[in-house]
Each structure stands twice: as structure tokens, then as C-alpha cells.
């Protein structure tokens, strides 16, 4: 990773502590780390996104030139840690995130509410966990707005 990229993200000991803490979890689990020094990551075509977590293909996966990479990789480390704990809402998961990238490129889906609810549900506990993990840490980022 790009040393000006690397001191202004991890500049803190709280975020550097993070960052080893998350290394950590990762090689225990087998999710193999990619900080990207790019500003942002491509899925499936033409969708664009600053990360994302992938439990099939075993990787956590950071735009490290976003303006919230820490933000981002808080909440990619939440969906690890949901994917270790087997939660509810990432039980029921299942294909939900499948069928809302084929009604993001305009598939028509049956009961599209229904994926779209178990897909909330995933984030809103994984909104939850990442406040979590950054009082833990104290990370300096602003949960309050």
C-alpha cells in the first residue's frame, strides 16, 4: 500500500491497532485482506462500490483512495465478523444479494421485497456492529452524523 495512503488512513495508533486486528482476523478465517490503491472497486459490470466482503471467494476488499476508506473497511470487517458469528441476518441471506444485482441491471424479480428486506436486515445489523468496532477501537470517525 502506498505509504502517503497508508499514513493519512492509518496515521492514528487506534486505526494502525485496527488494521493489525482486522490482518489478524482475516488469516485466522481464511478472507484473504486486498487494500486496493484505487478510488473505487467494480462488481458485476457497470456497479460501483469503495469495498466489499466476499464469503464465497474468501476476501475483504478495500478502496484505499477513497475519502472513507477507514469508514469502509469498519464496515467490510462487520460483515466478516457477521459471516464468523453465522448471525441471523446473514442466515437469511441466502440469495438476497444475487437477485438485487439482477434488479439493479433491470431483471424483473418476483417478491423482490422479500430480498430486499433480508438484505436490510444484514445492513442494519452490520451498521450496528461497525458503531461497535469503532468505539472499541476508538477510530476517529464521526457516528453521530
Known sequence: MDKAINSKIFGSRS???FLHYVK?????????????????????????????FDDE????????????????LVHEFGHLTQYVDNCKPWRNLGDSLDKMTDWLHGKDIR?????????????????KRSVQIIKDFELDIDIDS
Open 57 to 72: 471467494g474468501g476476501a475483504l476488499v478495500v478502496a484505499m483512495k477513497s475519502p472513507l476508506a477507514l469508514e469502509i
Open 24 to 52: 489478524g482476523k482475516c488469516r485466522k478465517h481464511g478472507i484473504k485482506l486486498v487494500l486496493r490503491e484505487v478510488s473505487y472497486l467494480r462488481l458485476d459490470g457497470n456497479i460501483r462500490c469503495s469495498g466489499y
Open 15 to 17: 486505526a494502525r491497532h
Open 111 to 127: 417478491n423482490s421485497d422479500k430480498y430486499i428486506n433480508a438484505a436490510r436486515n444484514m445492513e442494519l445489523d452490520n451498521e
